[in-house]
């Protein structure tokens, strides 16, 4: 999709990190967006950051792990601005912690309702709007967590890995109707976000107080190996206004993956080198059937 003055999205978790950043790099394209937040605070003070640079912005507090609040965002979009043409589901909570057997319900609950849930509301709310009008982009924010598994992280990544499939059967879906609706997944690696910024100073600091979420029965060789491999991903991190920019190109180029970061390529080789692997082993499931070609 093109992305020009005069439109509008929607960006849910816009208060801060890579919303906000996504929200300022369609603002700085002309477009008039719509910021959607569970922090009112937060919200508000974003909101007039942006109008004091002659921004058109609309603040919405939304949870978006609640269906109804997301179509009432929805509506009050188009009674405000009178159009929208895009859709940023971004808003997204870290979780798990200790291994998948141990893994706390709620935090299941939690997580599959912001992440999961948060974006299918998203594209239940705002997809018959882009019918209707015969054009828009579906952006989903998952993460490179959503192409590669995360040991001691099993609800964020089947969350992240959820969007991706999601996405991937939305945009197959459109194209079989054939309706010119784009869709776009991001896959970012680590973005230098509040999010981000706990975790970092957790591992770098002297305590064990990181290791709270790892299982107690990891040696203490094992645990400084993942403090390791934490370092080594958290020393790649993205300033979020580059990470934007990028899941905005790709959304111009009308690419279904945008995978900002080139750090984690080894990791979703290694998985999808796997999968291959089995298939070769296996042999596809028709090669036992006879065929003319044997006779
Ligand atoms: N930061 C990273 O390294 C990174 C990497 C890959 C993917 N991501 C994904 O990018 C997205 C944004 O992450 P971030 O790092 O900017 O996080 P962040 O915590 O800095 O910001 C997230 C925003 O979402 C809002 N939010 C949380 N729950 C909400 C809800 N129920 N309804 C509406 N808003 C809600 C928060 O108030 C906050 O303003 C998330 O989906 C995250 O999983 C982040």
């Known amino acids: 999709m093109i992305i020009e003055v005069g439109q509008v999205a929607v960006v849910t978790g816009a208060a801060q990190g890579l919303g906000r950043a996504l929200a300022a790099g369609l603002i700085d394209r002309g477009v008039s967006v719509v910021l959607a937040d569970i922090a009112t605070e937060r919200l508000q003070t974003t909101a007039e950051a942006f109008t004091a640079r002659g921004a058109r912005v609309l603040p919405v507090i939304t949870d978006v792990s609640d269906a109804a609040a997301v179509n009432t965002l929805a509506s009050r979009t188009v009674e405000y601005f009178g159009r929208v043409d895009m859709v940023v589901n971004n808003a997204g909570i870290g979780g798990g912690g200790g291994p998948l057997w141990q893994s706390d319900p709620q935090d299941w609950q939690r997580v599959l309702g912001v992440n999961l849930l948060g ?3 998203g594209i239940q709310a705002f997809v018959p709007h882009l019918v209707r009008t015969g054009a828009g982009h579906v952006v989903n924010i998952a993460s490179i967590a959503g192409l590669a598994v995360m040991p001691f992280g099993s609800s964020y990544c089947a969350s ?7 996405s991937e059967t939305l945009r197959r879906e459109l194209e079989m109707l054939e309706l010119p609706i784009g869709v776009t997944v991001a896959c970012p690696g680590y973005v230098r976000t509040p999010l981000v910024e706990g975790l970092a100073t957790l591992v770098e600091a002297d305590d064990d107080a990181w290791t709270e979420h790892l299982p107690a029965e990891l040696s203490k060789e094992q645990r400084e190996q993942v403090r390791a491999t934490l370092k080594r991903g958290i020393a790649t991190v993205m300033e979020p206004e580059v990470a934007a920019e990028r899941i905005l190109a790709a959304v111009e180029a009308d690419q279904l993956y945008a995978l900002t970061h080139g750090d984690f390529d080894d990791r979703i ?10 298939l070769d082993g296996q042999g596809r499931s028709g090669d036992h059937v006879e065929t003319t070609d044997d006779k």
Not at 160 to 166: G, L, S
Not at 269 to 278: D, K, M, N
């Open 269 to 278: 080789r290694h998985r999808a080198e796997g999968i291959l692997a089995a």
């Open 119 to 121: 974006v299918v509301h």
């Open 160 to 166: 992240k890995h959820a969007v991706v499939a999601i």
